[in-house]
């Protein structure tokens, strides 16, 4: 249970850094019609922050899975 609310706060953390971010750079692009860059970047760091998550979801599915098979084998 710990690991989800770590792995919550992480995601939640780099969503609120990715708005601000986007938020300070709107202006830059805009002001240049880089829209299509702008938002490239924008889905670029959504699908790191998804993929994020599933590997650290499979480490730890993994990582119990063993633990399960040391406790059998003892």
């Known amino acids: 249970i710990a690991f989800i609310v770590q792995m919550l706060y992480i995601s939640i953390i780099l969503l609120i850094y990715l708005g601000v971010m ?14 299509v860059e702008y938002f490239a970047i924008i889905l670029v760091t959504l699908i790191v922050i998804f993929l994020l998550r599933v590997v650290l979801r499979k480490k730890e599915r993994l990582k119990r899975e063993r633990q399960q098979q040391q406790d059998l084998s003892e």
């Open 22 to 35: 986007a938020y300070i750079g709107w202006p830059k692009f805009i002001e240049a019609g880089q829209y």
